[in-house]
């Protein structure tokens, strides 16, 4: 009994071990996607329709090193979107309704502005390849390179544009390798213990 119950103890062990990276999960509503992957980092991409000027203001998007920062982010919400074992549709994330307008591709494109044009007052706010998402596929799409717009620009006007909001992701909690090594150890211990007395 105590055989079975530690091998038990050990396939469930194996298969915590297998599993212990982040996999990337959309909520239930849409408004979030964790366990997207940029720059050997992860992060929470929240969606949703906003102000731009409001969520991205031209002191952030003007940082050094923001253009990579946005672009890797872009990438990690295509790949994570990818990843998913049933592909969302566009009306599906938030601030999209996944409605298809006349001269715009169908789907949704997560804008995250990665370019500024000018300055002071009259500043403009580019995209130069959005990520986005159709009905068959994530993908990046450059058809934003074209459009650069005023930090008033609301996305709620547009059916197909919803913004993305990023977070380094918490990981307080124990991934599940460590876990595993720690209940391990405990039952090796146990066992060394019993066979000792």
């Not at 969520?55 to 295509?78: E, H």
């Not at 969302?88 to 044009?117: E, K, R, Y």
């Not at 006007?157 to 990023?166: K, N, P």
């Not at 918490?170 to 090594?181: A, Y």
Request: proline residues 7%; aromatic residues 10%; negative net charge.
């Amino acid at each position: 009994m105590k055989a079975v119950l530690l091998g038990l103890c050990f396939l469930w062990g194996s298969i915590l071990s297998l599993n212990s990276h982040a996999y990337p999960m959309l909520s239930a509503d849409g408004s979030l996607l964790t366990g997207v992957e940029a720059g050997g980092q992860l992060y929470d991409v929240m969606f949703g329709d906003a102000v731009l000027g409001d969520i991205y203001p031209a002191s952030v998007v003007g940082q050094p090193g923001w253009f990579d920062l946005a672009n890797a982010i872009k990438q990690g919400i295509v790949d994570a979107l990818n990843a998913l074992p049933i592909l969302p549709t566009p009306g599906d994330i938030q601030g999209c309704d996944g409605v298809v307008a006349q001269g715009w591709p169908p789907g949704c494109l997560i804008l995250i502005p990665d370019q500024l044009f000018g300055s002071g007052p009259s500043v403009r706010f580019g995209d130069s390849n959005a990520a986005g998402l159709s009905p068959t596929e994530a993908r990046r799409d450059s058809v934003t390179r074209i459009i650069t717009v005023l930090d008033t620009y609301d996305t709620s006007d547009y059916g197909q544009l919803t913004f993305a909001q990023f977070r380094l992701a918490h990981t307080d909690i124990p991934v599940p390798g460590s876990l595993t090594l720690i209940m391990l150890a405990l039952f090796a211990a146990r066992f060394f213990h019993l066979r000792a007395s």
